[in-house]
Every structure is written in structure tokens, then in C-alpha cells.
């Protein structure tokens, strides 16, 4: 192909991550922040993040580890519980843009999911109440019914709830998050201006294949999980082709290397420090940098990274640029991580063909 390089993108948006907390932050805030101007935080920490006020001082915990050269803002969300009132949701309707978005986790659907709602139809009052106040509903949509098939999780979910959800509150702005599927795809493309979703790099990047190719990798566990090729032509088709509202979420999940190369290990790709690299190789194996060879320009890469998202939310698109220079390099074995640990970053070892830098307004 033609080689275009440097590619220039304004900051990106990351529609979607899992920064932790305490001395996780030193790992994972450098690292988002090394790439992106902004960021939909998620609040599945142990305990869960369920009040504006607890979303706040989150925030300013997180604002503690952004490095001085790289100014990161981080979007708040709350976790909704079947108790989750409307007083809290006005809160945080006034929180200035600090805290943007509720997620729903059904209860038992993922990594620190047991606080979520158990029965997505007993949450109508709040999707009610979010609605009324224009409040973003980030969904992880997939059944915890154990009968599905693990692979069917979100099809089904999408059939049994999301669909219902969507008829219910026309002017509720949904992320589905994370998809994985043609489904997913699917119902967003068909749904309407107030229905997103983000895709993750790991999803257009991989099939399922990956996390059985010469043995068990557990780095390649996560949730929703990995799905068939056929699923993953379909993502990066939306991801690259610049209509509808998909964009980038990388779901940079951090488990320590011991939870993870275990007996029972965590779902989770930790992504953030190569993340725009990765979404850059699918854009560029898609023939999408190459207008000239059927692709169709940097411009969708752009929208997709950093312009989809916050135009979705509601935000300015973070002020400054991210380069992309095709040169190789190796991904660290790992990071430190927390009090004594380490994590493992999804390509450890492995090399990437796309460099990102961030440069700031004025040169920086
Ligand atoms: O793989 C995942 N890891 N999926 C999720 O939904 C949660 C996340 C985490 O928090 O580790
Ligand atoms: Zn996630």
C-alpha cells in the first residue's frame, strides 16, 4: 500500500476504560493519558463507584497521576444499583460535566458486576428518570443467564432487552458497549442518532482463535468475549467506514499478572499504552489510510478515535494531536502495577507496527 506518514488526529477519545484505584492509578493514568485528552471512566471498583460524590473524589484521585505534559480528563460515571435514586441522578446532572454517564452492568455479567441490576426491566424508573434528565445509559449488554452460550450472551441480550429499552425511551442516549458482534452492529446502525456504541481494539484486532492459538491465553480473556471472524469483519467495517455512531473504546482492563495466569483467571486486556497503535494497524489493514486503494481516508480515523465519541456526549473534542508514524516496536513484558505487582499488556512481546505521540498545542 502507500505509506502515508505521519498520520495527525486531534487527541483521542477513549469512549471506554478501567483506570482502577490507589496505586493502580500510577500505571494506568500515565498510560491513558500518554494517548488520549479524555476519557468515559468506569466505575466497577470494589465497592462500586455509586454516588456523585464518590465519583468525584474518584476523579480527584485520578487527577493526582495525570502527568503535568498530558492534561487527561477524566468523564465520571456512576453504577447504577436497583436503588439508585433520582436524587443522585440530578446530581449528577448538575456535576458540570464531571460525571457524564450511568452504567448498567447486569448483576454477575463481568468483573465487579455482583452490585448491578439483577433484573434490567426493574431499572425502567431509572431509565425513566435518565431520560427526562438526558443522562447517557452506558450498557455492558450481555444475558448472565447461564443457558446462553457464552458466545450468544450479547445477540441475546440485544433481543431480550436492549431492543425493548430503545422502543421504551426514544430519547435515551445509549453506548452499548464494547460490541462484539454483527448483531451489535446491527441494531446500532439500525437504532438511530441516540444509540452508540464503542468497539475495542482487542475486538477488531482478534477473533476468538486467539485465545486458543497454541495453547491458552489467558491474556486474550475478556468480556464480552473474543467472537468468530465473521463478527470481527463486521466491526471493523463499522469501525473504518465513518457512518454511525461507533467509536473507539479501548476497555483497557488491568488485572495483575498473578489474577490472570491462574487457574481462574480475569477478563480483561490491559490495552491503554498501545491502544491507538492497535486501532491505527486495523485501520491500516483495512486499506482505510489509502483512499487511493479503495480505502477511505485518515478522516474516518480520525472521527473514529477522537471525534465520534465526544460529539456523541456532548463534549469539545480534546484540544492538541496524536501522530502515528509506521515504525516498529516491541511491547513491554509488562508494567509495574499496584503495591508489588505487575500487568501483562495484551501484545507483550510481540511488536507493532504504528508508533502514537501526543503533542500538545504550541509545540509542546
Ligand atoms: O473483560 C472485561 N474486563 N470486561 C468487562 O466488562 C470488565 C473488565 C474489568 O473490569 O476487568
Ligand atoms: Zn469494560
Redesign the pocket.
Known sequence: MTQITPIIIHTAFDGHV?LRDGEALRTTVPHIASRFGNGIV?P?LKPAVKTVAEALAYRERILSYVPSGSPFDPLMTLYLTETTGSDELLELAGSEGKVVACKLYPAGA???SSEGIPDVEKAYGIFEAMERLDIVLCI?GEVTDPSVDVFDKEAVFIDRYLRKIRETFPNLRIVLE?ITTKDGVEFVESAGPNTAASITAHHLLFNRNAIFQGGLQPHFY??PILKRDVHQEVLIRAATGGMGNFFAGT?S?P?PKNLKETSCG????YTAPQSVEMYAEVFDRAGAFDPGQGGVGIGNFEWFMSKTGPTFYRIPVSEGYVTLRKETSEVPPDYPFGESGVVVPLLAGKTIEWKAERILRGGN
Request: aromatic share 0%; net charge negative.
Open positions: 478501567h468506569m466497577n463481568t468483573t465487579n455492558h464494547h475478556c468480556l476497555d482492563a488485572h480475569c477478563a480483561g486486556c
